[in-house]
Structure formats: C-alpha cells, structure tokens
C-alpha cells in the first residue's frame, strides 16, 4: 500500500487533504482529533486562498481574451482605412506615408497599446486633411474608436495582474502551514496506530496501489510483398 503525500503543488495539497477528510469520514478519529481540527483549520484556509488564485486568474483571462478581440478589431479598421484611402488618390503600397504613420501592415505589428497610439495619430492627421471623400473620413473615426476601445481594455489588465499576483502571493504563504499541519496529523496518525488504534494510518493516508495496465499485443508484422 502506498502512503499519501502532500504533494508538490497546490491541485495535489488540496486533493490530498480533501481525501483525508473524505476518509476521516468513515473511521474514529477521536486518537488524532487535535491534530485534524488544525489540519482542517489550515486545508480551508489554503484551499480558499487557492480559489482566490482562479478567480483572479480567471478574470484577467477574461479580460485578456476582450483585449484580445479589440485588438482584431483594431486591425481591421487599419484595414479598411488602408483600402479606403487610396481612392482618394493616396498611395495604394503606403496609403499612411504622406500622414507621417507606419504602414498598415508595420502598424499592425506593433504592440496593443503602440498601434492604439499611432493610430489615433493617424486618425487626427487624416480627418485635416482636405477633399477626402466621406469612405475616408468614415473610416478613420472608426480606426480611432477601435483604438479607444483597445485602450479602454487594456487599461485594467496591470490592476488584474496585481490582483492576481497578490491572491497567489496569499496562498503560497500559507503552504509551509499546510505542509507542517499535513506532516503533523500524519505523525499523530501513525503514533495512534502504534498505540493500538488500528487502522487509523491506513485509513487517513493508505492508498491501494494502482493495478498496472496492461501491454498492449503487438500487431502481426504485415506479410511480406509477393515478388512481381
């Protein structure tokens, strides 16, 4: 039988305290109650520093994947601002050049929040220039408004970050607790037992070895080719 481990990351700590409860469950743990009631005390708070670690990561995932889908869009309006541009005799290899830009291809290249700059630039600098065509002008207020957007999203992103740094910092503080309460109801365990609470041990912190799988047959080697 092998014995439970605490494990090296906090999915395996919290899955091996967990299945010490679940287990405590069903034998007398009144030999090691002590020990247990602080074990528990310290798996909770862990186990709930360790939801506050997915939560955070969850919502800067979030807000990453809309940052993400801004950014797309401020592509495509750099895009459509490039297709329009020429038809109102700006250059088709370089439609930005004459406004002082990168072109769409380098400024799409650029970084989430260097392309929202250069674009809101180009924006200002397209909509003075005059006798463009109302395409033109449409196209770069949209250009600039899927760059405020960008901004916008990416504004809260470092806040996020900073959360989610701080809930893990919360967590893995509380690690060295939880393995020192994990190692001490497991010694407890193990001197209840000595003294006669049988099964104790095994209970809490026996697992049964996995049965090993089983070798797949080799496939038959394939005939070989008649001569032709």
Do not use: C
């Not at 092998?2 to 409860?21: N, Y």
């Not at 490039?82 to 002082?100: E, H, I, Q, S, W």
């Not at 830009?101 to 220039?129: F, M």
């Amino acid at each position: 039988m092998e014995t439970l481990q605490s494990g090296s990351s906090p999915g395996t700590r919290i899955a091996a305290g967990d299945s010490i409860f679940h287990a405590a469950e069903s034998v007398d743990t009144k030999p090691v109650a002590t020990r247990l009631a602080g074990f528990k005390k310290v798996h909770g708070a862990y186990s709930a520093a360790d939801a506050g670690v997915k939560k955070a990561g969850e919502a800067l995932q979030k807000q990453q994947a809309k940052l993400a889908e801004a950014d797309v869009s401020q592509d495509e309006a750099v895009s459509d601002l490039a297709v329009a541009l020429p038809t109102d005799g700006l250059p088709r290899v370089n439609p930005f050049k004459p406004f002082g830009a990168p072109s769409p291809t380098a400024l799409q290249k650029l970084g989430y929040a260097d392309e929202a700059k250069q674009l809101l630039a180009l924006e200002v600098a397209v909509l003075k220039r005059k006798g463009l065509s109302k395409g033109s002008i449409d196209a770069a207020k949209t250009a600039g408004k899927a760059a405020l957007r960008v901004q916008a999203e990416l504004s809260t992103v470092p806040k996020l970050e900073k959360a989610r740094t701080a809930a893990m910092t919360k967590r893995d503080a509380l690690a060295q607790a939880w393995e020192t309460a994990f190692a001490g109801l497991k010694r407890a365990a193990r001197s209840a037992e000595d003294d006669g609470a049988t099964g104790l041990y095994g209970a809490l912190f026996g697992r049964a070895k996995a049965a090993p799988k089983a070798k797949k047959a080799k496939k038959p080697a394939a005939p070989a080719a008649p001569p032709k």
